[in-house]
């Protein structure tokens, strides 16, 4: 599919439920494709990405954000301690705000430096052992933990179990969103973005759909 195509496709959903197209931000995952399918994508005008992994986010965005103004950086995925510098010095936002330790970190760094990324929770809707993710039950008192630290939280993410059905995840989130005054819902991806926005998804995370599938590395 081209970003055209998905961009209509996502206006198409948004119209669907009484929302406003403008009100959801295609962030374009470019995790694990060749640099020559990205630049594609930047030269078609399109300046919000994501990535899932500090290094290689690291090994590509210096240069191209050298070479193209106003790029919008999204770090969408599992964030260790040791790599919070790191992140905060090439994200705009991080999607993958999961736990007290990482919490502190953020605020730590957040003061010393004087400014922070904007934040978004991520909630392990479909509680899973392997995924990361604040669990459901503890989300509302994790976010005021955050919200006690000064911390910029905008919004919830989550990845709904790929088995499952991924429409009660997102309804789920959307609640646990408006409970606590969040606007934010980062949720939706390549084949699942039209339900999520028809659950009030204000950032998608869409990478095969747009880019093809990824090359295994
Ligand atoms: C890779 C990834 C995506 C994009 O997945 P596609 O199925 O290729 O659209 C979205 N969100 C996260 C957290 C990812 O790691």
């Known amino acids: ?43 078609s005008g399109h300046r919000i990405f994501g990535e899932n992994k500090v290094q290689e986010a ?65 909630v392990n809707t479909g509680q899973e052992p392997q995924k990361a993710g604040v669990l459901p039950a503890e989300a509302d008192e994790f976010i005021a933990e955050c919200r006690g630290m000064d911390l910029p939280v905008v919004g919830l993410m989550c990845i709904p179990p790929a088995e499952d059905n991924p429409a009660p995840h997102f309804q789920m989130l959307a609640e646990m969103a408006a409970r606590n005054g969040l606007s934010g819902l980062s949720m939706g991806m390549s084949s699942d973005f039209e339900t999520a926005i028809r659950h009030g998804a204000t950032h998608v995370r869409v990478g095969s759909a747009i880019f093809g599938e990824r090359v295994a590395g």
């Open 1 to 43: 599919m081209s970003l055209e195509s998905i961009q209509a496709s996502m206006a198409g959903a948004a119209r669907d439920a009484g929302r406003d197209p403008s009100d959801v931000t295609l962030i374009a995952v470019s995790k694990v494709q060749p640099l020559e399918r990205v630049v594609a994508i930047l030269e």
């Open 58 to 122: 690291a090994g590509k965005w210096p240069d191209l954000r050298a070479r193209y103004e106003g790029i919008d950086l999204h770090l969408i995925g599992p964030l260790q301690t040791n790599k919070a510098r790191q992140a905060m010095d090439l994200a705009q936002s991080i999607h993958s705000l999961d736990r007290p330790k990482l919490a502190r970190t953020l605020a730590r760094l957040a003061q010393e430096r004087g400014d922070c990324p904007s934040l978004f929770v991520q």
